[in-house]
């Protein structure tokens, strides 16, 4: 082995994902620090181990279009009071895992101007009769186009305004791996564990919880930060399915805590 002549320089886009090079060398062995880890319980039996290093927190579709009161769903008559029930245990949650240096990931819908990432198929969803305000349609009071990126419908609620340092990945599906760089992000953050966080927990949440377990990501669903517009029954089947099938249900406040110790 030749003797090192110049200093390794790290390359790479995460501090968890690093190679050191040089002219003479290529080191690809990533620094590996002592796990930080935490227990949970899933329902308050199950003892869960957490690695806080190779965990993110996934929020998704935290809204104005679905959580605020002049949003579309507000709009065409939903009661978005129940989508705002995760707003206050997020903010007591995320200091402390940005605390921990944990990614949070916003996870939105935020589609194109021109609408061309949607199928016909997706805008019958929430347009089925071709008549009235659907995706990227105006909103009639503010003329916002809804779930389009940049605008006001899309961004996250003032409550939990994102930080700059936090990551922005925008979906067009109920499911944010499809067509996004959501797994990329993931995988070069060296992350194995995801917490989901969010609206609706039937819809967008579970499919993406889903597909991450496909995936092979380790998958937690925070049942109080998480929330449904659906009827009851909607979310027992999700937290039955996540018990069942996907992952586990943990509370956040045992995290807080946890944390806080």
């Known amino acids: 082995m030749t003797q090192r002549q110049t200093p390794?320089?790290?390359?790479?886009?995460?501090?968890r994902n690093l190679w050191h090079v040089s002219a003479q060398e290529v080191d690809l062995v990533r620094d590996a620090p002592p796990p930080p880890q935490v227990a949970v319980a899933q329902d308050g039996e199950r003892r869960i181990q957490?690695?806080?290093n190779r965990t993110a927190l996934i929020v998704i579709d935290m809204q104005n279009d679905f959580c605020h009161p002049d949003g579309w769903l507000g709009h065409i008559g939903v009661d978005v009071t129940p989508a705002r029930a995760p707003i206050e245990p997020l903010r007591r949650l995320l200091p402390a895992l940005r605390e921990a240096e944990m990614p949070v990931v916003w996870l939105n819908w935020g589609n194109r101007a021109d609408r061309l990432n949607l199928s016909p198929a997706l805008l019958h969803v929430y347009k089925p009769t071709g008549e009235g305000v659907g995706l990227g349609d105006p909103l009639p009071l503010s003329g916002e186009p809804v779930l389009e990126s940049g605008s006001w419908a899309a961004a996250v609620v003032d409550e939990l305004a994102p930080w700059p340092e936090d990551i922005r990945v925008n979906k067009y599906r109920m499911s944010g791996f499809k067509d996004t760089e959501l797994d990329s992000i993931l995988r070069n953050l060296n992350v194995t564990t995801l917490l989901f966080a969010g609206v609706n927990a039937d819809q967008c949440v579970l499919c993406t919880l889903q597909d991450a377990n496909f995936h092979g990501y380790d998958c937690l669903l925070l049942e109080d930060c998480c929330a449904t517009t659906s009827p009851q029954y909607c979310m027992d089947a999700t937290l039955y399915n996540v018990r069942q099938c996907f992952g586990f249900v943990i509370d956040s406040e045992q995290l807080?805590?946890?944390l806080a110790g």
């Not at 390794?8 to 501090?15: E, K, M, R």
Request: aromatic share 0%; charged share 5%.
């Open 8 to 15: 390794l320089v790290p390359l790479g886009s995460s501090v």
């Open 256 to 258: 807080v805590s946890q």
């Open 50 to 52: 957490l690695d806080i």
